[in-house]
């Protein structure tokens, strides 16, 4: 009795300590064999909760880069001397913003199983065209779709 007590002791410590893949065997009938069973199902509940969150965070740190993007693209499209103050303050802003996308991807990182990139297909026109529609820009250009890392 006291060596599985000790034993399901270490293994809480062990959760306690970022391990989420832990679990306890399940020895006997008893109330500590309850406890064990209680203890995995736990276990598994946080890991799947802090999966689900790491998979959230990754997913809206994505969601963000997308419209940081066009928004540099629109920014070059202005042209140098177009707007100087303007153009410097947002250029700042979108620099706060990619920290702050860096941090939640970070965040997504930690402690996280490392699992195959999600590649997807980008439309190089779609997008050029797309920025010089909002700056009254014009645009020619031949369609090209290249693959890209999902994450940026």
Known sequence: LTGRLVRLQQHVNELGAGDLSVRVEVEGKDEVAELA?????AAERIQK???????T?????HELRSPLTRIRMAIELMGKDEHIELRERIEQDISELDELIEELLTASRL??????QRRESVDLLALVAE????????FEGKPITIPGDAKL
């Open 37 to 41: 069973c209680s203890f995995n199902r």
């Open 49 to 55: 909760l802090m999966s689900a969150q790491k998979e």
């Open 57 to 61: 965070l990754a997913s809206a740190s």
């Open 111 to 116: 402690d996280y199983v490392a699992r195959p």
């Open 131 to 138: 920025e010089a529609v909002r700056v009254d820009a014009q």
